[in-house]
């Protein structure tokens, strides 16, 4: 397996006739595969068909066939021919995120790719990295790592971190971040001052990911980035947040934030006073949540003093259960294409009628639907988004036959019907066989998974022809 034979002190990767990129390359030693037990002769066209291709050709197929930078390693083994054909596919990959199966590394708890085997490969790369995803898990990441990243990969662009890094790696990090660098995300613990030596050096860096973080109120942000034109801030899971962080980011940021995630950080980082900020004409996408909004929903009119500054908000993904206020929201938002209420847990009818408003919404998400909401007359408001192709109403443990059927045949747009672990005594799947009477043209995808017709035996003969159900 490939991954064993990364793991092998023993063998390693030829690297000449890589050219340097740079005008003062840094010298590191090169690695060499022995061709032992391959042969230094061209195969014999009479083995396969594929031999017979010329090296252009097979550059090609190699391409499709293999497209991570790890496994086209199997076939350089092939025979000379092959390992030079490959070794020219190597210099023209432009991302590296190595994810390995556990069926291919074994129970061996000590199977990380070595440091110097990953260099070995940025070699490989001939400088082209654009993107590079590192997981501590999969990658033994150290001091020789973090300067192989600066030196050999000089037009990286986006950098993905994942997993404990130590603090003298991580100046190592500080001190040979690359130059072009645009985006930047760390995964996992880090303590706030680690990031602070990452993000001072971070000069040209327009999107931010923090993810999984528990002790980062972001104040390394306010201190290192206030400079930078930031378009995108992600702070998923970090609980230690701090509303102050959340106010200045707003504030500092208005001409330029497209996206912002600040979803499952607690409550406390909404106590933001919106008076007087300026309105984030380019935000696109907003994340809110709390974490525990299943226990403490946290009232919707508090997100509705953030939704003013959002007038041209096209993605909204809410998960806080409270949504009493709906039609504050689309007023607010009208120019809203997609948009996710996860769970619904306190509303009423009169306030989800009110999505019918959005007459730009294309993809709609409404988990775990009370009981009582009358489903049917959701429906009849719902058919009213024209252009809706996206339904879904996982976990909606009330709906029933005859809404799915006003759905498909009023909603000509729908194309995406979620109805995952929707276990409904009303839904008996009559609607499929009386759908067959319908003149619809236009295909649609249930998604029955998890459902109380997932294990239901549907005869082929009573299924219209522009139906697909995915059960399984």
């Known amino acids: 397996m490939i991954a064993r034979m990364l793991f092998n002190d023993n063998i390693s990767i030829s690297c000449d006739g890589v050219e340097s990129a740079q005008e003062n390359p840094v010298t590191y030693p090169p690695i060499n595969i022995p061709f032992t037990s391959v042969s230094d002769e061209p195969c014999d066209p009479t083995m396969s068909s594929i031999h017979i291709l010329n090296n252009d050709c097979l550059y090609l197929v190699l391409s499709y066939v293999y497209e991570d930078i790890l496994d086209i390693m199997k076939p350089a083994l092939v025979c000379k021919r092959w390992y030079n054909v490959c070794l020219s596919r190597m210099a023209g990959f432009t991302q590296f995120q190595p994810a390995w199966k556990e069926e291919e590394i074994g129970p061996d708890p000590d199977w990380r790719l070595p440091s110097a085997k990953f260099v070995s490969l940025l ?159 380019n935000l696109k996408m907003f994340e809110a949540s709390t974490y525990t909004a299943i226990d403490s929903p946290v009232p919707f009119d508090s997100m509705i003093s953030f939704l003013k500054l959002m007038s041209n908000l096209e993605h909204l993904l809410l998960f806080c259960g ?25 509303t009423s009818f009169n306030d989800l009628c009110h999505l019918s408003n959005l007459h730009f919404l294309k993809d709609l998400t409404i988990a775990k639907l009370p009981q009582r909401i009358d489903h049917k007359r959701l429906i009849r408001h719902l058919i009213n988004c024209k252009v809706l192709c996206r339904l879904s109403l996982p976990r909606s443990n009330f709906i029933d036959d005859d809404s799915i059927l006003l759905l498909i045949s009023e909603l000509k747009s729908l194309r995406y ?56």
């Open 322 to 346: 409270n949504y009493e206020s709906i039609w504050d929201m689309t007023l607010m938002c009208p120019k809203l294409k997609t948009l996710e209420l996860k769970p619904v847990l306190i």
């Open 123 to 281: 070699i490989l790369t001939n400088f082209n990295l654009t993107h590079l995803h590192l997981d501590n898990f999969l990658v033994s990441i150290d001091q020789n790592c973090c300067k192989a990243i600066g030196d050999l990969c000089p037009n990286l662009l986006k950098l993905d971190l994942s997993g404990i890094i130590d603090p003298e790696t991580v100046d190592c990090l500080s001190k040979h971040m690359p130059p072009k660098l645009l985006s930047l995300t760390l995964r996992d613990s880090l303590s706030e001052e680690c990031v602070g030596k990452i993000l001072r050096t971070c000069k040209n860096i327009v999107e931010l990911n923090i993810y999984s973080n528990r002790s980062i109120t972001g104040r390394c942000v306010v201190e290192h980035l206030s400079r930078n034109k930031m378009k995108c801030f992600s702070f998923r899971c970090c609980q230690s947040l701090q509303s102050t962080t959340l106010q200045f980011i707003l504030s500092n940021y208005s001409g330029t934030l497209e996206n912002l995630d600040v979803s499952f950080c607690g409550k406390e980082v909404y106590e933001v006073s919106t008076t007087g900020l300026v309105t984030l004409e």
């Open 417 to 472: 019907l979620n109805l995952r672990f929707c276990e409904s005594r009303q839904l008996t799947g009559s609607f499929i066989p009386k759908s067959k009477t319908l003149s619809r043209e236009q295909p649609l995808t249930i998604d029955l998974r998890g459902s109380s017709l997932a294990q239901k035996n549907i005869p082929r003969t009573t299924i219209p022809h522009f139906l697909r159900l995915r059960k399984a």
